[in-house]
């Protein structure tokens, strides 16, 4: 510990236990590097490595979340948003195409007005990410006067004409398309769980109380071994 440089009391003081560092499979050398206070080490591998799990965590909750519907899609309304959404997953798919293409044209025009003064267009990809974020929001067209007035306001008028009014529109309708065709052929296919489940317990509990009847010869309410034996030889075991 004293080649690496650790201060050992330095260590007891931040409250790092060496018998811990042991027991969780932490090289106490590899990390004794980190631990120096007196010289400098580079912390980028350990905040990569963070960055990464806590990626990982992310993705994996999300997916586990999602997962879930898995377990509700016996209830029509709760599968009714995922069914919309395969049925209109052409359509949406040609959509986000032409949603692409568009949108670099713009870019394209974007970052070759507005690249040297206007903080949203500073690089082509940050000017496609901006576009994407004034799909719900306005522009800054001040800050584009300032920048180019020649092609600030026809810019911003062709961007509100075919980004808002059309494409958006066009967006809303296939949703609504989609959800319109889902909701009927729910309609036409509903089924009742709740009646559906009770129907089959006082189904199966009918039956055995009538096999009960048929196996009880005597009448005495019980079932004895002779009897049994019958039930079992006319092969009415282990079919409910």
């Known amino acids: 510990m004293g080649s690496s440089g650790i201060n050992a009391e330095y260590m007891g003081s931040s409250g790092i236990n060496a018998e811990y560092m042991g027991s969780s499979g932490i090289n106490a050398e590899y990390m004794g590097k980190y631990l120096d206070v007196y010289n400098y080490n580079s912390y980028r591998f350990i905040v990569s490595s963070y960055n990464q799990e806590a990626f990982i965590n992310m993705m994996n909750g999300f997916f586990l979340w999602i997962k879930a519907f898995k377990f509700f899609n016996c209830n029509p309304k709760i599968r009714l948003v995922f069914s919309m959404i395969a049925k209109a997953a052409d359509d949406l798919a040609y959509f986000a195409f032409s949603l692409f293409m ?16 206007v903080e949203h267009y500073k690089s082509f990809p940050e000017t496609m990410v901006s576009l994407i974020q004034f799909i719900v929001s306005d522009m800054d ?75 009880d010869k005597d009448g005495d309410g019980k079932i004895d071994l002779e009897e049994l034996a019958q039930m079992q030889s006319a092969g009415e075991l282990g079919h409910g």
């Open 141 to 215: 067209l001040e800050a584009m006067k300032s920048s180019n007035s020649t092609m600030a306001v026809p810019l911003y008028i062709f961007w509100t004409i075919i980004m808002v009014f059309i494409l958006a529109n066009v967006f809303i309708a296939i949703i609504s398309e989609a959800y319109i065709e889902t909701k009927e052929e729910v309609a036409s296919n509903k089924i009742n769980v709740r009646e559906m489940i009770r129907e089959g317990v006082l189904k199966n509990l009918l039956l055995k109380f009538v096999k009960f009847n048929d196996a």
């Open 102 to 117: 568009i949108l670099i044209a713009f870019a394209c025009i974007a970052f070759a007005a507005f690249c040297t003064d």
